[in-house]
């Protein structure tokens, strides 16, 4: 039986979950692929009693059998992905031959970090709140047309010279555009080697491989990273990261056509979640922010900084089904919403001269100032908390559900009531949903 490829996207701005939900589907599909972004993502898995926070490396990777593949369209830090595939051996985790990386992906060096945090200190109250992972001066590289690729990890004999060439364009930008330091450069090639002398081995081209698993039935899990309102173009740009998160970049960054994507599952919080600087229109800054907060644990992995919390956005998230071209949703952490007597859902945004619009506005100054129009809706006394049946969900949560549905056109097929992996249920009646539930439920 041919296993129909499946996308997984972020519908929100990013941590919405994505890991749990690609864990949970990983080991149906031959084969887990990222497609953009770097090591500025991440997630937390659970094997045996490990938790892993990975960046780079697909969820799958603790699924034996499942290839893992970084895609063309990434920035990889070579040192990271290291320090991930370590962590997973020593974990327990066979990853012999199952992680792949694509020849024509970017590399990021020790100068592009430097670069990231110089550029980062001049902006002041207009910092874009990255992480410093040197992910947007790779990309800067990628489209000025210097950037050093992942084929280089095999062409030993002129890894050196191409990295020093481009280490040195790097250091006088330093000096001379923002009076920092300039990097060491003889330590950061030393590392660049050795990581060549590991890396080599896994660099080989993705498309044919995973049209390989295609044609043998196997099927591709899709694996975005951030979400669709930090898109470069579609996001709350400037405020976004530094590449597409939309599913159309997966087939240009794997060299797929895109009819062999398949659907796409957009994961998005039962409530709505930021990381960094940018508009943000339900944000909760007082006690029920806080609370969200708290219960969630929403701290990043990557950075380890507080989320900014808020109230379902569904102006933002019917943008986002728009825009991506999501089929269904996948909600998570319906579980921290237990326990509120009111629950609000913005439902439009109003501008400052008091004009009302139902869509989410290009400009990033605009969004700033526009205050959002809330609906409430019940909430519910009993714990959602590690419920598995549709049945079973309280009265007020399953219409909560429903009435997300009505607003952003697309079903919620999956619901997250807990962290672990089987506190997680699949609802609807659609050929998707049994799919889902044949995949998660066994």
């Not at 592009?112 to 947007?136: C, S």
């Not at 809706?377 to 399953?398: F, R």
């Amino acid at each position: 039986m041919t296993i129909e490829s499946l996308m997984i996207i972020g519908g929100q701005w990013g941590d919405e979950g994505k890991g749990k939900v690609v864990d949970l589907l990983s080991s149906a599909f031959g084969a887990v692929v990222r497609y953009n972004g770097g090591n500025n993502a991440g997630h937390t898995v659970r094997f045996a009693d490990e938790h892993f926070a990975l960046h780079l490396v697909p969820s799958g990777i603790i699924h034996d059998g499942v290839a893992c593949y970084l895609a063309s369209g990434m920035v990889v830090d070579p040192s990271g992905l290291l320090a991930e595939m370590d962590s997973l051996i020593e974990g327990g985790v066979d990853i012999e031959g199952r992680i792949i990386l694509s020849p024509r992906a970017t590399l990021i060096l020790p100068t592009h970090r430097a670069l990231d945090g110089a550029r980062e200190g001049t902006l002041g109250a207009g910092k874009i709140g990255t992480t410093g992972r040197g992910i947007g001066p790779a990309y800067q590289d990628r489209a000025q047309r210097r950037a050093i690729r992942a084929h280089v990890l095999t062409e030993k004999a002129t890894l050196r010279g191409r990295a020093t060439r481009l280490m040195e364009q790097h250091n006088r930008e330093l000096e001379i555009l923002f009076g920092a330091e300039p990097v060491e450069l003889e330590p950061a090639l030393a590392e660049l080697e050795e990581a060549a002398d590991r890396l080599g081995p896994h660099v080989r081209e993705v498309g044919p491989e995973l049209r390989r698993h295609q044609t043998a039935g196997e099927g591709v899990l899709f694996e975005g990273a951030q979400g669709v309102m930090l898109d470069l173009a579609w996001g709350t740009y400037p405020f976004v990261t530094s590449s597409s998160c939309l599913p159309g970049f997966a087939a240009a960054s794997c060299g797929i056509g895109p009819k062999l994507l398949g659907p796409v599952i957009g994961i998005m919080k039962a409530y709505a979640t930021r990381v960094g600087s940018g508009p943000f229109p339900t944000e909760l800054e007082d006690a029920t922010g806080e609370r969200l907060r708290d219960k969630g644990a929403e701290f990043g992995t990557t950075t380890g900084r507080p989320r900014r919390c808020g109230w379902f956005d569904a102006v933002a998230a019917r943008y986002a089904v728009e825009a991506a071209g999501i089929d269904a949703v996948a909600v998570t952490k319906l579980d921290i919403l237990d326990g509120l007597e009111t629950l609000k859902v913005a439902t439009s945004y109003r501008l400052p001269d008091g004009s009302v619009i139902d869509t989410f506005p290009a400009d990033a100054e605009i969004a700033e100032q526009i205050e959002p129009v809330y609906e409430e809706v019940p909430g519910w006394t009993q714990p959602t908390e590690g419920v598995v049946s549709e049945e079973d969900l309280p009265e007020a949560a399953a219409k909560y559900l429903a009435y997300l549905e009505d607003l952003i056109g697309v079903p919620a097929v999956i619901v997250s009531t807990g962290p672990r992996r089987e506190e997680t249920l699949v609802r609807g009646n659609s050929a998707l949903s049994g799919r889902l539930r044949s995949i998660i439920e066994g």
